[in-house]
């Protein structure tokens, strides 16, 4: 038996297992085999619009009983600076010239938008059992309406002052990220990704300091991880990395391969690509411009003069340019089904659990 059982209960849920929401890579059909496993299935929604939301939801509503995570992002939007974009544009001017691109043609803008009321409408409309936010929380204003709607409301926190700030503003269950997730910082409270402590620092620190139920991500993506964060005290797990090789995944083939090849030492933290610091595997465009660089655009304007040398990078075979979002324990990833690996991923927590107990 699960040693904290507050989050099933909540989320009335079979595991303890949050799908983590990954953008670009996830739709409907992970979301439905991570809850027809068991799992909470979360829907990433910062990149598509209210419709595109609308329309995931009822697919997953038509296919599985189960609870829903639609998750919004709340950072606070930067107009574009031309000065700086232009300094970028000419940080990338060689890679323009190496694929034959013209660095000066318009580019479309790189789409990430924090939650508004048109996706509070949205939420309002669908009552999703859970809404869970990145960087922050919404406007007071919206949020009470998330509430009003029904919805069970958790965040994202990288140090323990953030926990304790989403307590007081009426959370229901905080994410403790630690540094080796992959993918976005869910940081708000700080930008310095150098004081972000490891899961298993962060994860017993965030259990002291507050009341809810505490859900541990990063580094975790086997059973023993997951055994590991309930022995800190946490209540359940988010995982992501571990999901990115199945077959429900929009993982491409090529950045599929990448992620199978990579290592425990194959990940970085970045700003390189969107503005905004998050942990992927190494791409040449980390390791040449970054990791980490001053010059990189506000998020998520970053991404836009990447977009085409994504795009005439990936048809020539090569990840240079393509976001391989990914936590330290990508080496531990399978190839199966999501359904069967949240199982697989519960039946292995249980066992070690169980040896823990006896």
Request: with cysteine; glycine share 8%; proline share 6%.
């Amino acid at each position: 038996m699960w040693p904290d059982r507050r989050l099933i209960e909540l989320f009335k849920t079979e595991f303890p297992i949050v799908l983590a929401p990954m953008a670009g890579i996830m739709d409907a059909e992970l979301v439905i085999a991570a809850a027809q496993g068991g799992a909470l299935g979360s829907l990433l929604c910062a990149m598509i619009t209210a419709e595109k939301a609308r329309e995931q939801v009822n697919i997953i509503r038509q296919r599985v009983a189960a609870p829903i995570n639609m998750n919004f992002f709340c950072h606070k939007l930067v107009d574009a600076d031309p000065m700086r974009e232009a300094g970028w544009k000419k940080r990338l001017k060689s890679y323009y010239q190496e694929l034959g691109l013209d660095h000066t043609a318009p580019v479309n803008a790189a789409n990430r938008a924090p939650f508004d009321a048109a996706m509070c409408e949205v939420v309002e409309e669908l009552k999703p059992e859970i809404v869970s936010f990145h960087f922050g929380l919404p406007d007071p204003a919206l949020l009470k309406r998330v509430r009003a709607a029904g919805c069970i409301v958790i965040a994202c926190a990288t140090i323990v002052r953030e926990a304790i700030w989403l307590e007081e503003n009426g959370v229901d269950a905080i994410i403790a990220q630690g540094a080796e997730a992959g993918g976005h910082r869910g940081m708000f409270l700080t930008e310095n990704i150098a004081e972000q402590p490891g899961t298993f620092a962060l994860v017993p620190q965030v259990v002291d300091a507050v009341r809810v139920p505490v859900i541990a991500t990063g580094g975790i993506a086997d059973g023993r991880g997951i055994a590991a964060a309930f022995a800190l005290g946490a209540a359940g797990v988010q995982i992501g990395s571990a999901y990115l090789r199945c077959p429900e995944s929009r993982v491409t083939a090529l950045a599929r391969s990448a992620l199978a090849q990579a290592r425990d030492d194959s990940t970085v933290i970045t700003n390189v690509m969107t503005g905004r610091p998050a942990r992927g595997v190494a791409n040449r465009a980390m390791r040449e411009v970054g990791p980490i660089c001053p010059d990189a655009p506000a998020f998520p304007h970053a991404a836009t003069s990447l977009g085409p040398l994504k795009a005439a990078s990936e048809t020539l075979g090569k990840v240079d340019f393509t976001n391989l979002w990914a936590g330290q324990a990508i080496r531990l990833g399978r190839e199966m089904p999501a359904a069967e690996l949240t199982r697989a991923l519960a039946g292995g927590a249980l066992a070690r659990l169980s040896q823990m107990a006896g």
